[in-house]
T-cell receptor, first 116, second 114 residues
Framework: AQSVTQPDIHITVSEGASLELRCNYS??????LFWYVQSPGQGLQLLLK??????LVQGIKGFEAEFKRSQSSFNLRKPSVHWSDAAEYFC??????????????FGPGTSLSVIP | DTAVSQTPKYLVTQMGNDKSIKCEQN?????MYWYKQDSKKFLKIMFS???????INETVPNRFSPKSPDKAHLNLHINSLELGDSAVYFC?????????????FGPGTRLTVL
């Protein structure tokens, strides 16, 4: 069965510092991989996704993520964090090449706090 | 214009009551979803509809009944509310049928059952 783990429940970084949020997945083949962000009191918004090609994916708001097949990881990075990046971040996986009968699974989330 | 909207934003009610949450999307998408986010922020899919047809029906109590009058609307009716139903419920939509499609989320409805 597919699963997603995000080892860090909560991360605190200083504004301007770099950020890496970890995501590991368990799946029989390379799935669709996503990162979503949830700002306080808001719905989720897609930051980026990967399904094939270049393993370094660029997203919105200056975020990028790198797919590493050997490690079953899809870590999210940002070189310089802004105070407005404080939010909940969700990694998600979905079965590649399947229909909507197969669902996207979300990880437990990592809460990011930013110190001014 | 809000892409995916939900009403109400907050819902406080007593145990045993029946309540509904409405969702509308103006993106022209074919697929809509209901998710439940618990107090630990864990997000789990409940239902999905494609062109008014039920596609995914997770292990959800029968007290929860989704209804899609047209492909732009997906409502969630909950009978006999229980304390454990307290959560944030998110509606979402996507263009197509595959799990690879970006999902657009509504702002959520925070349900509190007393």
């Amino acid at each position: 069965a597919q699963s997603v783990t995000q080892p860090d429940i909560h991360i605190t970084v200083s504004e301007g510092a770099s950020l890496e949020l970890r995501c590991n997945y368990s799946y029989g083949a390379t799935p669709y991989l996503f990162w979503y962000v949830q700002s306080p009191g808001q719905g989720l918004q897609l930051l980026l996704k990967y399904f094939s090609g270049d393993t370094l994916v660029q997203g919105i708001k200056g975020f990028e993520a790198e797919f590493k097949r050997s490690q079953s990881s899809f870590n999210l990075r940002k070189p310089s964090v802004h105070w407005s990046d404080a939010a909940e971040y969700f990694c998600a996986v979905g079965p590649l090449g399947k229909t909507s009968y197969d669902k996207v699974i979300f990880g437990p989330g990592t809460s990011l706090s930013v110190i001014p | 214009d809000t892409a995916v909207s939900q009403t109400p934003k907050y819902l406080v009610t007593q145990m045993g009551n029946d309540k509904s949450i409405k969702c509308e999307q103006n993106l022209g998408h074919d697929t809509m979803y209901w998710y439940k986010q618990d107090s630990k922020k864990f997000l789990k899919i409940m239902f999905s509809y494609n062109n008014k047809e039920l596609i995914i029906n997770e292990t959800v109590p029968n007290r929860f009944s989704p209804k899609s009058p047209d492909k732009a609307h997906l409502n969630l009716h909950i009978n006999s509310l229980e304390l454990g139903d307290s959560a944030v419920y998110f509606c979402a939509s996507s263009q197509g049928l595959t799990p690879g499609d970006e999902q657009f989320f509504g702002p959520g409805t925070r349900l509190t059952v007393l």
